[in-house]
C-alpha cells in the first residue's frame, strides 16, 4: 500500500514555493521542508506495509499447502474406498477370440471355464432389389411386420410412401421395435428391416409383399433369424438373449466374441485388479512428495543463510512436516511381513519424500494382495486412515494446524491495515499543519528584501 503525500497540492493552495534557493528573498523549499519533518513517520508506515505484504505471502503459501494437502487427502480416500482401486477386480480371460470379461468390486476371486456353442444373432429381412430407392412402386400393398411373434407395425402403400426411402421412413415412425433403411448396391436397392433386439425375442417376421407400378412382385426374405447365444459356465448350460452375459457369475460380465472350438474351454480367472491397485498407490505417493517438497522449499537455505521460503520461522510448519513423516512412518505389527510402506516398496528418502520399487511392489500385490489391502485400508490402523486423521489435524475447521496459523496472520494483517490507515490519517493532518507553517515562513522570508527596503528609505528620510 503507497503512502500518498498531499503536499504538492497542498502547497499551492497556501502560496507555498518549490524554490530550490534558501535565503532572504528567495524564501525556502515547503515540500522538502515537510517531508524532512515526517520522514520518520513515512518510514514507519512503510515498515508496517512491507509487513503486511509478507503477511500476504505467508498466506498464499498456507493456502497453497493446503490445497495440496486436500489433494493427499483424495488420494488417501481413493484408497481406503471399499468399493475403490484396492478392492477392483480384474477378470482374465485364456481366449479373447471368444470371451472377454470385465470385474466390479463385488466379484468373488475364483476361476472358471467357459465353452461357447453360438453367439446371439440379431434377426433382419430385406427385400429384392429395385433400380433406385426412389422408384415408383404400386399402391395397395401392406406389409405386416412383427417382432417375437407379435406384430409391432402394419404399413399400407399409398401414393405418399410409395419409394423404398418414403416407406423406411413410416416403419422407422411406427415403431422402434425396429429398424428400416435403404441399402444400395450394384443391383440396385432393397429395403432392409432389423430387429432392435437380439435373440430369439427380436425374432422378425414379415408378411405381405409389394408390387411396382408395373406389377412386378418384389418379396421379403429372411438375412438372420434371431438366435439366443448358447454356452456353458463351469458346466451349467446358459442361454442368452445377448452375447453380453451379465448373471452367470457373480460381479462378472462375459462379453462373447466368438464359439469355441470343441474340447477347447476358455479358462477365466478373476483375481485382484493389480494394475488399478498401482495406480492409486503411485497417485499417493505423488501427492504426498508434492505437499513435503513445498514444505520442505520453505525451509531450504543455503549455506549463506539466503533462500529460505516466507514461512521459514513458522514452527507450525515445523510441526505439520513432522506430523507428516509420522504418518508415512507408521508400521503395524504381524500382517505377513507387510507392516510398513517399505515392505511393499514405498521407501522414505532423506528429504522425507518417497520413491516406488515398481518390482517391490508388484511382487508384494501378487503374492501378498490381502496384507497389502490391509496395511493400506484397515480402518483403525491403515495407512489410509492414519493419512486421513493427519491432514484432518492439519487443515481442519477451528483448530488445524494450518487453519489457527491462517487464521492468526489474517487477524494481524487487519490489525496492521488498521494501524496504517489511523498513520496515514496522522500523516496527512501533520502534513497539513506543517504545510501551513512553513508556507507562512516562506512567505516572511520571501517579504524580507521589500521590507528592508522600505526602512531603509524611511531612515533616509529622517
Not at 472358471?112 to 429381412?125: E, I, K, Q
Not at 501427492?287 to 513435503?292: E, F, K, M, S
Amino acid at each position: 500500500m503507497a503512502t500518498t503525500s498531499p503536499l504538492s497540492s497542498l502547497s499551492g493552495a497556501v502560496g507555498g514555493s518549490s524554490t530550490t534557493g534558501s535565503g532572504l528573498g528567495q524564501g525556502i523549499n515547503v515540500q522538502q521542508f515537510v517531508e524532512y519533518a515526517v520522514a520518520n513517520q513515512t518510514a514507519a508506515i512503510t515498515a508496517l506495509q512491507t509487513q503486511q505484504t509478507t503477511l500476504g505471502s505467508q498466506t498464499g503459501e498456507i493456502a497453497t499447502i493446503t490445497s495440496d494437502l486436500a489433494a493427499l487427502g483424495t488420494a488417501a480416500a481413493a484408497l481406503s474406498d471399499p468399493l475403490g482401486a484396492l478392492s477392483s477386480e480384474a477378470a482374465t480371460s485364456s481366449n479373447s477370440a471368444a470371451v472377454t470379461a470385465t470385474a466390479s468390486g463385488i466379484a468373488t476371486a475364483g476361476a472358471h471355464t467357459v465353452t461357447v456353442a453360438n453367439l446371439a444373432t440379431t434377426s433382419s429381412f430385406y427385400s429384392d432389389e429395385v433400380a433406385t430407392s426412389s422408384t415408383s412402386l404400386g399402391t395397395g400393398d401392406t406389409i405386416d411386420i412383427s417382432v417375437g411373434g407379435k406384430s409391432v407395425s402394419s404399413i399400407s402403400v399409398t401414393s405418399a410412401n410409395n419409394t423404398l426411402d418414403q416407406l423406411a421412413t413410416a416403419i422407422n415412425l411406427s415403431t422402434s421395435a425396429v429398424q428400416a433403411s435403404v441399402i444400395n448396391d450394384a443391383n440396385g436397392a432393397r429395403l432392409a428391416i432389423v430387429s432392435t433386439t437380439s435373440g430369439a425375442p427380436g425374432n422378425v417376421g414379415v408378411t405381405g409383399s409389394l408390387h411396382l407400378a408395373n406389377a412386378t412382385a418384389i418379396n421379403f426374405h429372411q438375412a438372420s433369424a434371431g438366435l439366443n447365444a448358447n454356452l456353458t459356465v463351469d458346466g451349467i448350460p446358459i442361454a442368452s438373449t445377448s452375447n453380453t452375459v451379465s448373471n452367470a457369475i457373480n460381479g462378472v460380465t462375459l462379453n462373447l466374441t466368438g464359439p469355441t472350438a470343441v474340447g477347447s474351454p476358455v479358462s477365466l480367472t478373476v483375481a485382484p485388479d493389480t494394475a488399478q491397485a498401482t495406480t492409486a498407490i503411485n497417485a499417493l505417493v505423488t501427492a504426498y512428495n508434492t505437499v513435503v517438497t513445498e514444505i520442505n522449499g520453505q525451509f531450504k537455505v543455503a549455506a549463506d543463510g539466503t533462500g529460505g521460503g516466507v514461512l521459514e520461522s513458522d514452527n507450525t510448519l515445523r510441526e505439520v512436516q513432522n506430523s507428516l513423516l509420522s504418518a508415512v512412518s507408521n508400521s503395524i505389527s504381524g500382517n505377513n511381513g507387510i507392516v510398513n510402506l517399505a515392505s511393499i516398496g514405498v521407501n522414505l528418502q532423506d528429504d522425507g519424500t518417497l520413491s516406488v520399487d515398481s518390482g517391490a511392489l508388484a511382487s508384494a500385490l501378487s503374492s501378498n494382495y490381502a496384507s497389502v489391502q490391509n496395511l493400506l485400508q484397515n480402518s483403525t490402523t491403515g495407512l489410509s486412515q492414519n493419512f486421513s486423521q493427519v491432514i484432518s489435524s492439519i487443515t481442519g475447521p477451528g483448530n488445524g494446524l494450518l487453519t489457527v496459523d491462517a487464521a492468526s496472520i489474517a487477524s494481524t494483517t487487519s490489525g496492521l491495515t488498521s494501524q496504517i490507515s489511523d498513520m496515514q490519517a496522522a500523516l496527512a493532518a501533520q502534513e497539513l499543519n506543517l504545510t501551513s507553517v512553513y508556507s507562512t515562513v516562506n512567505a516572511t522570508l520571501q517579504e524580507l528584501p521589500l521590507l528592508e527596503s522600505q526602512m531603509t528609505q524611511q531612515l533616509a528620510a529622517i
